[in-house]
């Protein structure tokens, strides 16, 4: 275990450096004669040369390894600077280490922002000791409650700056028709900027993000911020549709055209015309039906099935997929030429768990919009406790907003009391399938992460499959697997301890 301490370099430790007595050792220097630290980290936005002469200093007072990170910001109160900078830090800092880490963050140095980072970290993203160091104490740690942090850390983040007050109370964006989306976070800033661009122009767009991530909301709000807001949104799932009847209810039908036709029917296209058809999951219409959706959006008019008349139409496209459809492309499961038809504009939806910031600002929105309905559940108004809301804060969300609505309301008709408990919001989150992909490709890098060992992870459970799917055949599971022969497979089997039947 590789202890770590990680601090800003402060004024004070760069007056202990040139021998001011006032500073004695400074906090850092303070700190690492009274405990032992196997390497030191700084964070830097002082110039260079004091930097590099208190790091020969540093270094002669106990011989613990020094890293600088020299980090550029605008001014030392730069809450959002701060934390991107001790993220990339810490980040590094864990990547590069062959050890585990025992992370130690010291809040004495610096400004107080920057000891407000720290804490945020230490007790949410990357669990650390936290210390203060004193002319008069000396070294002490610090005990900070996980809910009082998270009660009052908000507070040390007011800054009378009209910018940051505004992301933070995610102010609508200039298009209001986009301000249904709540938002804080440089990602969802910069789609939703992208997005009020080209609602205005009526060319296709097609939204890719995962399930529950809220396409269709952006969708309508393309449609409501477009000259077309006057007519008809149409949403259709392409998913849902039976392949055998695409066709017809996309394009419409004739009376008699096929078995139960019992009536002249318009299609999707027809109800759209003129305004916005939003086709969702469009990754899953079949290879036909691509082919039919092709002709139209070339020619700009649909042929219901058993007509012999072609019918002209103006519809906007918008679809959407939680798939990677240019990867689809290259297996060929969707056609390139509908692929560049669908795609003029790319619109991609992060994640939740990449939002930074917005969850805590969804969990105080939509609890509102709970409240508010409590009336027609049946059930009253209730509050979150700062413990129950800390664990919403700090689950991943692999269902993404979605999963965050389904739970709350959840956890509205399930508490029983008038505030939500801690335990109540933890038993409130469902396991879901998508956790396996989140385990895989979301692991945080410390508490003992291992690369091997998450590959030995993929590697075995791809292996037992092949080798059940195959009743224990081995070249054909290395054929499933992409392998060049059986011995390759056996070499697997081995190298990974999988038995081989």
Known sequence: MKRTLLAWLGNTDLNASVGDEKAGLGPIGLALTSREFDQLVLLSNHAKAATAAYESWVYALNKVPVRIHHESLSRPNNYEEIYRSAVRVVEDTIRTSSDRIELTFHLSPGTPAMTAIWIILAKTRFPANLIETSVQDGICDTKIPFEIAAEFIPDLLREPDRALRDRTAALPSAASEFSVILHQSRQMAGMIDQAQKVAVRSVPVLIQGESGTGKELLARALHNASPRRDREFVPVNCGAIPPELVESELFGHKKGSFTGAIADRSGFFARA?????????????????????????????????????????????????????????????????????????????????????????????????????????????KDLSTGARNVLLRHSWPGNVRELQNTLTRLAVTSSQKTVTKAEAAGAILVSFNNSREEILDRRFENGFSLSGTLGEVAGHYLERALEQTGGNKSAAAKLLGMANYQTLKNWLRKYGIPES
Request: charged share 30%.
């Open 273 to 381: 015309d003129g305004g916005t058809l939003f086709l969702d999951e469009i990754g899953d219409l079949p290879p036909g039906a691509q082919v039919k959706l092709l002709r139209v959006l070339q020619e700009g008019e649909i042929t219901p099935v058993g007509s012999a008349s072609a019918k002209k139409i103006d519809v906007r496209i918008i679809s959407a997929t939680n798939r990677n459809l240019l990867s689809e492309v290259h297996r060929g499961n969707f056609r390139e030429d509908l692929f560049f038809r669908l795609a003029v504009i790319v619109l991609q939806i992060p994640a939740l768990r990449e939002r930074e910031g917005d969850v805590g600002l969804l969990i105080d929105a939509l609890w509102r919009q709970q409240n508010d309905e409590a009336d027609k559940l049946l059930i009253p108004k």
